[in-house]
């Protein structure tokens, strides 16, 4: 089983829809837990970062993490087509190395 | 500006040639990172560095070799013994802090790689 597993998608939603992008991850040691966004053909760029549960809120951009249950989330709200990208969450923990999902790629149509 | 330079952006390879893949950043960080992007894949880490004149394999180290003689540079070089180079490689570094805290990670634009 990898470590952190997320439905690829592809994710199609109408704009100003709420868009609820989620992992889920196997190792009780991470702590750290990540969301970048990546556009087509650049590089990911760090979105939200918040350290073991609970809610961060940055904006339309909401993370949660539950530890309970192993599943990390990303909540964007009022979603634009400037959204439209790929997804990936990633874990971190003790002396692991960074673990990163697959993406989830996401349109956002106008 | 600060960040992280990657070039060339698009490289064309015939089979059975090294090509090198530059990588500078001027962010100061410690740690610098290349990984590898196929279509379904995600992420996959080849090779990373700590500090100066000091790296360690990743997941995929086979077929690719690095160098950290300075803090601002990881060249990785994709030799001949990579059966299938053909991806999207991507350099990116950060500041070290307490173990197991690397994750905020700062990316280059990325250097897609075919091979002819």
């Known amino acids: 089983q990898k470590e952190v597993e997320q439905d690829p998608g592809p994710l199609s939603v109408p704009e100003g829809a709420i868009v609820s992008l989620n992992c889920t991850y196997s190792?009780?040691?991470?702590?750290?837990f990540m969301w970048y966004r990546q556009y087509s053909r650049k590089g990911p760029e760090l979105l939200m970062y918040?350290?073991?549960?609970g809610n961060k809120e940055d904006g339309r951009f909401t993370a949660q993490v539950d530890k309970s249950s192993k599943y990390i989330s990303l909540f964007i709200r009022d979603s634009q087509p400037s959204d439209s990208a790929t997804y990936l969450c990633?874990?971190?923990?003790?002396?692991?190395?960074?673990?990163f999902g697959k993406g989830t790629k996401l349109t956002v149509n106008p | 500006d600060g960040g992280i330079t990657q070039s060339p952006k698009y490289l064309f390879r015939k089979e059975g040639q090294n090509v090198t893949l530059s990588c500078e950043q001027n962010?100061?960080?410690?740690?610098m990172y290349w990984y590898r992007q196929d279509p379904g894949q995600g992420l996959r880490l080849i090779y990373y560095?700590?500090?100066?004149?000091?790296?360690q394999k990743g997941d995929i180290a086979e077929g690719y070799s690095v160098s950290r003689e300075k803090k601002e540079s990881f060249p990785l070089t994709v030799t001949s013994a990579q059966k299938n180079p053909t991806a999207f490689y991507l350099c990116?570094?950060?500041?070290?802090?307490?173990?197991?805290?690397?994750?905020?990670?700062?990316f280059g634009e990325g250097s897609r790689l075919t091979v002819l």
């Open positions: 990116a570094s950060t500041f070290l802090r307490e173990v197991g805290r690397t994750g905020e990670l700062f």
């Open positions: 190792n009780s040691a991470f702590q750290y």
């Open positions: 918040t350290y073991s549960s």
């Open positions: 990633a874990a971190q923990g003790g002396s692991e190395k960074l673990v």
């Open positions: 962010l100061n960080h410690d740690a």
């Open positions: 560095s700590q500090i100066v004149n000091d790296f």
